[in-house]
């Protein structure tokens, strides 16, 4: 089936450790997105990719980054996580921008020791 | 500017009862408007979407939404409830005129319980 795949469900790093998060697709969809979400909060989106277009969120720290070396994969990079980096990170993808569903994988549930 | 609230936290329903999830939201142009549900240590799932035409809007298991512009609302909706239907449950808003930016902006979120 179709579908977005985040690996790991799970990782655990250090203070400081850069640590990075991966997402893969098989929609072949054009717009991949990445959102922290916090203690079963509305997730935030950090940013979106449109094609190789980056669409940075003005409040996302310059601690996280983001890479698409093609359109099924992208990649979370967080350079130094702190402890209030600590969250369930998603990744969703979309055809279009606008008025189609997003569509979600399972996450990735981060810890920092 | 584009926003959404689902003023209640937490809704209880008994198992066979009928069940709402309020959603009113904020646009400067016509609403895109998506209801999703999420299961614990899963991501959010897509259930029905309003974008123009019929005002009441089917989606998946059975769920319903009433979109309702002169409220400003968009409540979902289910006949029956079921205890499977329990999780948390998030309406998201896109304003159609926010080009360049086309994010949705999601609610806090409800958790709806149904009580056997």
């Known amino acids: 089936d179709a579908m977005v795949i985040q690996n790991p469900r799970y990782q655990v790093t250090q203070f400081g450790k850069p640590v990075t998060l991966s997402c893969s697709q098989t929609?072949?969809?054009?717009?991949m997105y990445w959102y922290q979400q916090k203690s079963s909060q509305a997730p935030k989106l950090l940013f979106h990719y449109y094609d190789k277009d980056f669409n940075n969120e003005a409040d996302t720290p310059d601690n996280f980054q983001s890479r698409r070396p093609n359109t099924s994969f992208c990649f979370l990079d967080i350079r130094s996580p702190g402890l209030g980096d600590a969250a369930m990170y998603l990744c969703?993808?979309?055809?279009?921008?606008?008025?189609?569903?997003?569509?979600f994988g399972d996450g990735t549930r981060l810890s920092i020791l | 500017a584009q926003s959404v609230a689902q003023p209640e936290d937490q809704v209880n329903v008994a198992e066979g009862n009928p069940l709402t999830v309020k959603c009113t939201y904020s646009v400067s142009g016509n609403p895109y408007l998506f209801w999703y549900v999420q299961y614990p240590n899963r991501g959010l799932q897509f259930l029905l979407k309003?974008?123009?035409?019929?005002?009441l809007v089917k989606g998946s298991y059975g769920f319903e939404a009433e979109f309702n512009k002169s409220q400003t609302s968009f409540h979902l909706k289910k006949p029956s409830a079921l205890v499977s239907d329990s999780a948390l449950y998030f309406c998201a808003v896109r304003d159609e005129t926010n080009f360049g930016n086309e994010k949705l902006t999601f609610g806090t979120g409800t958790r709806l319980t149904i009580i056997p």
């Open positions: 309003y974008i123009t035409g019929d005002n």
């Open positions: 969703a993808t979309s055809r279009v921008r606008g008025n189609q569903p997003q569509h």
């Open positions: 929609l072949n969809h054009n717009v």
